[in-house]
């Protein structure tokens, strides 16, 4: 069990990583990188929406945008070695 578990995940990241890469321009890198970060965002705001309210869930949605933009700089900044300046198309 611990070796088909092992092996889903290997798989799944290296997919992931040639996903990421097989982008066209450095922006979809790095957004396609950051896409973890965006699920699990996304996730816990969806599991938590029942049992917050308007104030927090408002909240919720600002720290996943801070989040999102945190890890898509660091991304920038370690494999490209700059700050990139991207437009994304679903912000």
């Known amino acids: ?3 088909m578990i ?5 798989f799944s990241i290296v997919g992931w990583a ?3 890469l097989s982008a066209k321009t450095d922006c979809d890198q790095v957004q396609r990188f950051a896409a973890p970060v ?5 996730g816990a705001r969806e599991l938590s929406a029942n049992w917050i309210d308007n104030e927090e869930r408002t909240s919720a949605y600002v720290w996943s945008a801070e989040a ?3 890890a898509e700089k660091l991304i920038a900044r370690t494999f490209f070695s700059k700050e990139l ?3 994304w198309s679903n912000s």
């Open 1 to 3: 069990m611990k070796a």
């Open 6 to 10: 092992g092996g889903f995940l290997m």
């Open 18 to 20: 040639l996903w990421a």
């Open 38 to 42: 965006n699920l699990v965002s996304w």
């Open 68 to 70: 999102r933009e945190t």
């Open 85 to 87: 300046r991207c437009v």
